[in-house]
């Protein structure tokens, strides 16, 4: 009896989220890349179609997504994409071994001789005058590659340069390392503690009764102060009072539940 309660509730709850998606014109993969996003990058994309909602179904709606979004977080697929996304992001070093420096400068000498070897050719097809102006640059381009193959030209590095220069790529790699992990946490549960936190921030105090006014056929607030408000702000009053307090008290629980863990 047990079992079949939870099995009916599974299947209420997957058909009012069906209901609800279907409401703000989202398909269940479009709903899931939209949460994916939203915790990824803290911006939410509002679907045309909820700005239609009559204020009666805002709450609802508000329920059904984050029910939905926090379902989706728990899923091996949202944690794979988070892993992906987060390695990607990952900074390299540009730190390089002595013998990958020797091979870059062998690479630069072969295209160096290419770039000089069409010029000779080329010079057949040019006047006794032009040849002569040219011989000059081929001559000193031709001692610049003898010297960098006898390793005696200045643009080669050393080995201690390169050491030096490595010494710099690995400080600066390990202060990227650590912006990286600070804003890229292992865990998606601290990402979307992060986000979840700045929403209640971010929604606290949100005029409900600001006036607003016709300006060239858009809205603006009558209190220019407001307009320097957050996207988050702007999206709670715009939602309502009903629909942002209800997604206030859902982020509240979901930031417990985390907590708790």
Not at 101 to 108: C, I, P, R, S
């Amino acid at each position: 009896m047990k079992k079949l309660l939870i099995f009916s509730l599974i299947i209420l709850f997957a058909y009012r989220t069906a209901d609800v998606l279907s409401d703000i014109g989202l398909t269940r993969p479009q709903a899931e890349q939209t949460v994916f996003t939203g915790i990824t990058s803290g911006y939410l994309s509002i679907p045309a179609a909820c700005r239609k909602l009559a204020v009666s179904q805002r709450v609802t709606v508000v329920d059904g997504v984050v029910n939905f979004a926090k379902a989706y977080t728990k899923t091996d697929d949202f944690k794979k994409r988070y892993a992906a996304w987060r390695t990607d992001a990952k900074p390299t070093s540009d730190a390089k071994s002595y013998d990958q420096v020797q091979q870059e400068q062998k690479a630069q000498i072969a295209e160096m001789k290419k770039g000089l070897a069409e010029t000779k050719a080329s010079m057949a097809k040019l006047d006794a005058a032009t040849q002569k102006a040219i011989q000059s640059a081929i001559q000193q381009q031709e001692k610049v590659i003898s010297e960098m193959e006898a390793s005696t030209s200045p643009m080669l590095m050393k080995r201690e340069t390169v050491d030096q220069l490595n010494k710099y790529a690995e400080a600066e790699y390990q202060e990227k390392l650590k912006k990286w992990e600070a804003e890229y946490p292992a865990d998606p549960a601290t990402m979307i503690h992060k986000q979840l936190t700045a929403f209640i921030d971010q929604s606290a105090g949100v005029d409900f009764a600001a006036k607003l006014t016709d300006r060239n056929g858009k809205k603006y607030f009558v209190n220019p102060a407001y307009e320097q408000k957050s996207d988050t702000w702007k999206r709670c009053f715009r939602a309502g009072s009903e629909a942002t307090a209800s997604a206030q008290q859902l982020a509240k629980t979901w930031l417990f539940e985390l907590e708790k863990k």
